[in-house]
Each structure stands twice: as C-alpha cells, then as structure tokens.
C-alpha cells in the first residue's frame, strides 16, 4: 500500500505566501518523478510542477517564477513553494509520484489533494 501524504494547504490572501508538502510511504521501490497537480472547480487537472530523481524541473508557465520545487530521493518528499498567489491559484493540489513498485511495474500514485484558496 502506497500512500502520499499532503500538508500545507489554507487560506491565503492574494499576494501570499504557502508551501505544500508530500511525503510518500509504502511499498514504492524506487521515484522516478514526484510533483503536484491541481483541479479547479468546473475544470480540469493541470499539472503545476513535477521534479526528476534526477533534479530536473518543469513547471506550468502560469506559475513559472512564482512557484518553486524541490524535492528530497531520499526520503521521497517533494515540497512546493507558492509565491505571489493570485486568485486563479486557488484549487486542490494533488500530490503526484510516478514509480517502480516492488513488483517492477511503473505506475503513477496520488495523494488524497489539499485545498488552496487564495481571496482577500
């Protein structure tokens, strides 16, 4: 059992500041890639900002600037720094790993999402 565990979400207000975490435990043999995701109501799942084992980084260009990555292969953490949060920030971010489980196979794992509001 896999699990991916987010913390950081809130209320902020335009202009902030917050950072999410995720930690991912269980029987993940080896990441390959960790990052975060988010939905906004009526649509659909985007990607923000993934990170590689090997420290590469990509990001969405409607964060680029503003949002920074970073991650830990160790410990299989990945944290993501929001700065300058604006309205159209606000959604859930979904924590996202893609890996080898100990039976090889490669598949993507999900966390459960915290909510962002970003409102004066």
């Known amino acids: 059992q896999v699990q991916l565990v987010e913390s950081g979400g809130g209320l902020v207000q335009p202009g902030g500041s917050l950072r999410l975490s995720c930690a991912a435990s269980?029987?993940?043999?080896?990441?390959?890639?960790m990052g975060w995701y988010r939905q906004a109501p009526g649509k659909e799942r985007e990607l923000v900002a993934t990170?590689?084992?090997?420290?590469?980084?990509n990001y969405a260009e409607s964060v680029k600037g503003r949002f920074t990555i970073s991650g830990d292969n160790a410990k299989n953490t990945v944290d993501l720094q929001m700065n300058s949060l604006k309205p159209e920030d606000t959604a859930v971010y979904y924590c996202?790993?893609?890996?080898?489980?100990?039976?090889?196979?490669?598949?993507?794992?999900w966390g459960q999402g915290t909510q962002v509001t970003v409102s004066s």
């Open positions: 269980g029987s993940i043999f080896r990441v390959y890639v």
């Open positions: 996202y790993a893609y890996g080898r489980n100990p039976y090889g196979i490669l598949q993507p794992y």
């Open positions: 990170i590689s084992s090997g420290g590469n980084t």
